[in-house]
């Protein structure tokens, strides 16, 4: 009887850990939150100005930079073309910039993109979900992602020629500590 | 270590920690007192109780308490207070709780933000606390049903004098003459069958009688409970990928958006809203020049993507069509849109101008410009207009050259290039569609030549859409809520079975002529008492029900 108790005691406890550990793991690791920097930048895949859809995860391996941007904003105007003058002088070392475009129409974005001769990806985010998802309130929001696919630097507003490149240096390990 | 004797003198042998032998019924401690017994789970040691705890029976031992279990919904309690203080960061469409809170609600805002009480309901605390109380009822039930199962399952018919003359309704009185054996048994039979007729069921062993009712009402707590737990797996489910989600959209009329994490894509074809006219009014309301609504409806189609999802053209597939109403919300297999709140937002959706010649006055067609996505190019009548750039607030930039000041067409500006008969070669055609910018930005003038001879302009207010009001609407999956009510169920059958019967047991001996009559309920002595003396009215003893209370022995 004894024995057979303390069986039973242990099975029900440990019934009740398994339940409480998927709830609160469930809480803890929900998603929702939009990411933070050191944390890992959450996949997705966009339609892209060229018509083909890019995939986050595809970059995997590469230092990404992720850069949400509208032609409504004069500071992520003003950011454009250095970022385009970075991209091309660091194309070569796996580094790939994104421009996340703020849901305007097609024909704002290609105007504009075609205007200025910028050669990075630019993606659509027809839906606003990718915004919603990095929590991305204020334009130009920039992040650097590391080529483990984890935020390294979140940036609010516009970037100087030379932020840009010091991270970019840091983050392929080229930089000076 | 205190090794303690449990053995009863009847001869069973009891767990440790047990008050009333479990085969008799004599009082284990507090042999010689006179004082009414504490009855309570039959007076069987809770499983909690038994000696020698391990660690494990120590936590055992912890969520058994009643009183960890009263402090555990004390402090979710007041949790739950505290997270309706400030509105929760789930409500908001679009603001940055990190700034809201301060921003709206000063210092007392920002603390509580940071101490993480604007998401209370999704927080691990709040979760913790709510699966301890969900073990706590686990374990308390637990620890006193399966001892109370045992002690109420197999019941000695007869029982210790010790326990019968302190049990809270007692009687004891001659009934026959010693050693009458014969008179003595066929009264416990008369008592028997009157008990019978009261639904009792009736055990006997010679002169020895128990008789018992409603039982299962000592059963109504712990369904109750199992359906608080049901309840609580349910609640805790919503953190199953996919089992719920509650989030708030706005909906500009005309518009299609994606549902975030879902397959689903919701238009708001038409938003409609009825206002209560100033007669329909209380005097206080007129006063005051409220415009009150009366109703609001969103004519809400929702539709299921099935492919190129996520991209600006995805493939949609009609799946529902409902009018959406405060408290009537559209249903499609669980996934729920409630209307939550409405905002004027008047706003250009499209504008259909048709492209004439100026000089003749002939049409060659019109085209329909939408604001949110236009096309590439359009075609009217011989002239093809290629969409160049599209500015949906215009404005000019520090060096002149254009620019969108927003993404909101509120001055939109097109620019064409226009081929056809007499342009081979491609004319720049700039397009205002609001009258207004037209002349500020000096349209014609731009135009030059090619505004000379063509016109592109919108006849009469039937070739411009607007939406006027934005629609919020609340967006819900909660595939735990049958789970739910399942569980609120079974716990409201727990309820009534507890409250509204109630476990009464009379046991009575006869030795040597001398009657010992004990009884005991959960609730309701009164009635108790009422139906033993009634019972024993029947058999031939006159009892008031008041002489049964203990203390009151007589006769």
Redesign the interface.
Known sequence: MGRN??WI??A??LA?VI??AV??A???F?GNEPPKVGARAPDF???GLDGK?HRLSDFRGKLVILNFW???C?PC?AEMPDLEAAYRKWQGDDVVILGVN???????VS?FVDQLGITFPIL?D??D?IR??Y?V?NFPTTFFIGRDGVIAVKQEGQMEPGFIEQNIKNLLGKGQP | MRIENTKCECGHQNYAGTVLCESCGKPLYDDHGSEPLEMRYDGVARRSQRGNPTWLDRIWNFFSSVKIAIYLILITLAASVLGTVYPQENTFINLDPSTYYKQTYGTTGEIYYLLGLSHTFDSWWYRLLLFMIGTSLVICSLDRVLPLYRALNKQQIRKHPGFLSRQKVTLTCDIAEPGDQTSQEQWVQTMASVLRKRHYRVHTDGTALMAEKYRFSRWGPYINHIGLIIFLLAALARSIPGWHMDQYMGFIEGQTLKIPNTPYYLKNEKFTVDFYKPEEMSDKFRQRDLIVPKMYETQAVLYQCTSRCGTADPVLKEVARHPIRVNDPLNYHGFMAYQFDYKETPRLISVTPSLRNKQTGEVYGSIELDMNNPQKSYQAGPYRLELKSYFPDFGLDEHGQPMTKSNEPKAPAFIFTITGPGMEKGQPYLYFPRMIDKDTYRQDDVNGAVGQLLDLSVGSMEGVKIAQYTSYLNIRVDKALPYIWFGAAVSMIGLVMGFYWQHRRVWLRVDDGKLLLGAHTNKNWFGLRKEVAAALGKAGIEADPKTLETGRKTL
């Not at chain 1, 703020?102 to 704002?108: A, D, M, P, Q």
């Open positions: 108790r303390k005691q242990t029900i406890l009740i339940v409480g709830t609160l469930g809480g803890l929900k895949s966009l339609s859809t509208g032609t409504f004069p105007k703020l849901n305007e129409s097609h024909v704002t105007s659509l027809s839906q979900e919603k998802k929590g309130m």
